[in-house]
């Protein structure tokens, strides 16, 4: 597990969407798993500047999102699906027919999971997942107690997460109390993984998803076992860290490695031309 640290929530989002458009520029990394919540709205602001700027395309880009809402149509102002649309999909060039959503009025949820799981394999399988956390360490809506080799499902929310979400409906009973979310095993397949953190809340999720055990009472952990994961917080989010002066050096040592590989490319193809030349 990759832990890059930064001073504040700017910089991680300036960090991710560097990241992100890395990966997009390359043709195998087309296939993208998408989340909801505050920490990637910023990262898909970023994203709908760089379109603007003409720093990435999503003409070939096809997206999956983790999870949605259980009772709530696609145009419902709460509904993840309109996130999306509002927040990213109607700013940037992204075909209809390549955006993947799980629908919240299902006509059968078992055969709507399957369905998912198919045509994520159609494609190819996730190349890059980006993540949030959430306060008590659930990836998408992967809750404490969640199987580490689940796959997409329905699941009941806790009580906390439906606490969290509240200030979004004007009515509690408005709240929805179940989603359907693409599994841990779902996840875990996906060839790499971005997961953004930041702001003292998530200081716990945090230091239990990298520190802690692997263990279903924080599914973030299982990140652990995955080997291409990525985690960019703040210093916010990581004030609870016991290694974190570890974590930063790695981070300013990886930066240094990157330099001698360049270095050392350039000696390369320089001793190629010196051969080269009569």
Request: proline share 4%.
């Amino acid at each position: 597990m990759n832990v890059v640290i930064h001073a504040s929530e700017e910089a991680v989002t300036q960090c991710a969407y560097g990241f992100v458009r890395d990966r997009m520029n390359r043709r195998h990394y087309r296939v993208l798993g998408l989340p909801t919540g505050s920490t990637p709205l910023r990262l898909y602001r970023a994203l709908v500047e760089g379109y603007r700027r003409g720093e990435v395309d999503f003409a070939e880009v096809q997206t999956f999102n983790l999870d949605e809402y259980l009772g709530l149509p696609p145009d419902h102002p709460q509904s993840y699906r309109h996130f999306m649309q509002t927040n990213l999909f109607s700013h940037v060039n992204i075909r209809p027919s390549h955006v993947h959503f799980l629908s919240g009025l299902p006509h059968d949820i078992e055969d709507e999971c399957e369905a998912y799981e198919r045509a994520i394999k159609e494609r190819g399988g996730l190349k890059l997942q980006i993540l949030g956390i959430g306060r008590d360490g659930h990836i998408g809506f992967n809750e404490p107690t969640s199987s580490l080799a689940s796959r997409t499902r329905e699941k009941t929310l806790t009580r906390q997460t439906i606490e969290d979400n509240r200030r979004f409906f004007e009515k509690d009973e408005e709240v929805p109390r179940w989603a359907l979310t693409m599994g841990v095993g779902t996840i875990m397949e996906a060839r790499e993984i971005l997961l953004l953190a930041t702001g003292r809340a998530k200081a716990d999720a945090v230091a239990a998803m990298i520190e802690g055990p692997v263990t279903a009472m924080c599914t973030a952990s299982a990140l652990q076992m995955h080997p291409r994961v990525t985690v960019m917080i703040d210093d916010a989010a990581a004030a609870k860290l016991n290694h974190d002066d570890y974590y930063r050096w790695m981070s300013e040592n990886d930066c240094q490695m990157a330099g001698y590989l360049e270095a050392c490319k350039q000696r390369q193809a320089a001793r190629g031309q010196t051969a080269k030349a009569p």
